[in-house]
Structure formats: C-alpha cells, structure tokens
T-cell receptor, first 110, second 117 residues
Framework: LAKTTQPISMDSYEGQEVNITCSHNNIATNDYITWYQQFPSQGPRFIIQGYKTKVTNEVASLFIPADRKSSTLSLPRVSLSDTAVYYCLVGSGSARQLTFGSGTQLTVLP | EAQVTQNPRYLITVTGKKLTVTCSQNMNHEYMSWYRQDPGLGLRQIYYSMNVEVTDKGDVPEGYKVSRKEKRNFPLILESPSPNQTSLYFC????????????????FGPGTRLTVL
C-alpha cells in the first residue's frame, strides 16, 4: 500500500494558480494517482486521475514525473469556492487500497 | 440524477441501541464502500463490497456489519453502538472499484452524522 504525504495546509489568493504536491515514494507499477476535493460536511468529490505524464480536464491538471514518486495537482486561477481539503490517493486494482490520507487544506483568500 | 443517498443524515442515539444507516446508489455500480471521518484522522474505510454478496473488511471494521443483498443497497449496521463510533459516515460507490477502470473515481454520498451518547 503506497503511503502518501501532502502538505497539511496552503494559502493562496483569488486568481492565482495553485500547485499541491503529493509524495508517494513506494508507488507500485500498477498504481494510479487520484485526487479528490472535499468541502466541509460533504463527501469527497473526484477531481482527476492519472498514471504518468500529464492529464488535464476542465477543472485541473495533474503532473506526474517519469519516476512517479510524486504528483502535482494544479488548479488554475482559483476562486474562494476552491477552499477545500484536497486528497491524493494512490491505488491500483484493489479497492482495499483506497486509503485517504490527511489531505491538504487549501484556503483561498480574497 | 446519478447519486448516492444515505439515510438518516443526522442521528443521535444511545449506547447499545442497534441502528442501521442505509446507502443506495442508482448508477448500477458494482463497488460500494463505507468510510468514517474523524477530526485529524481523515477518512478511514470500514467495509467495502465488490459486488452482490461479496463484502470485505476495510481498515476499521470492528463494531460494524454490512450486507449486500442487492446491487444498489449497502446498509451499515451498528449492532451495539458505543460513543467511540460517534463520527461522520460516508457511503461511496464506483463502477468496479478498480482504479484503472474507474476513471471517474468514487461517488460519495452526503454523509451521516452519528452521535452515540
């Protein structure tokens, strides 16, 4: 089971790009990297998933270097509504490995 | 609308009084799971189910039971609740439970806040 390490908290200002990095040194060959967003008292919501290089969707980009020992979630031009906890998960075929860490509390300031 | 529903959303009960939290999904997902979330401990998996009649323990299964008799429902049962089960509970589902196939991850319910006195 790949353990993940993220910063506990980050602050940013509206309109800035935010990059949250997750470390997963013992990632396995079959593991995928998934990021979730959680607002207070709500369930987590899927943001993006990747295996290698770069993945982009309508809300975020995910950068994964060649060694895959880390990944970076990039949120372009954040707004106040992006204030939330962001979780990085690493797992493969077994749902048993879907373990959430403590996440990163992102606070977007006006 | 595709969704995961949980009932009740809020529940206050007393020690030892059996309770069931229901979870239902309308997306025909094979995989369903229960998590509890506590301050400073993040989300911890209680039980999961890969399909009907197939369930397995997560990280913190003690004091909980589950059943999966139908694909859409995955109730969480606390036979004899104790105060240390006071928590925020989330049910989740995904098409298969396998990351390489579930490219949209898990869908989570709105949560059930349980207080055991």
């Amino acid at each position: 089971l790949a353990k993940t390490t993220q910063p506990i908290s980050m602050d940013s200002y509206e309109g800035q790009e935010v990059n949250i990095t997750c470390s997963h040194n013992n990632i396995a060959t079959n593991d995928y990297i998934t990021w979730y967003q959680q607002f207070p008292s709500q369930g987590p919501r899927f943001i993006i998933q990747g295996y290698k290089t770069k993945v982009t969707n309508e809300v975020a980009s995910l950068f994964i270097p060649a060694d895959r020992k880390s990944s970076t979630l990039s949120l372009p031009r954040v707004s106040l509504s992006d204030t939330a906890v962001y979780y990085c998960l690493v797992g493969s075929g077994s749902a048993r490995q879907l373990t959430f860490g403590s996440g990163t509390q992102l606070t977007v300031l006006p | 609308e595709a969704q995961v529903t949980q009932n009740p959303r809020y529940l206050i009960t007393v020690t030892g009084k059996k309770l069931t939290v229901t979870c239902s999904q309308n997306m025909n997902h094979e995989y369903m799971s229960w998590y509890r979330q506590d301050p400073g401990l993040g989300l911890r998996q209680i039980y999961y189910s890969m399909n009907v009649e197939v369930t397995d323990k997560g990280d913190v299964p003690e004091g909980y039971k589950v059943s999966r008799k139908e694909k859409r429902n995955f109730p969480l049962i606390l036979e004899s609740p104790s105060p240390n089960q006071t928590s925020l509970y989330f049910c989740a589902s995904s098409p298969t439970g396998r990351a390489r196939m579930d490219r949209t991850g898990q869908f989570f319910g709105p949560g059930t806040r349980l207080t055991v006195l």
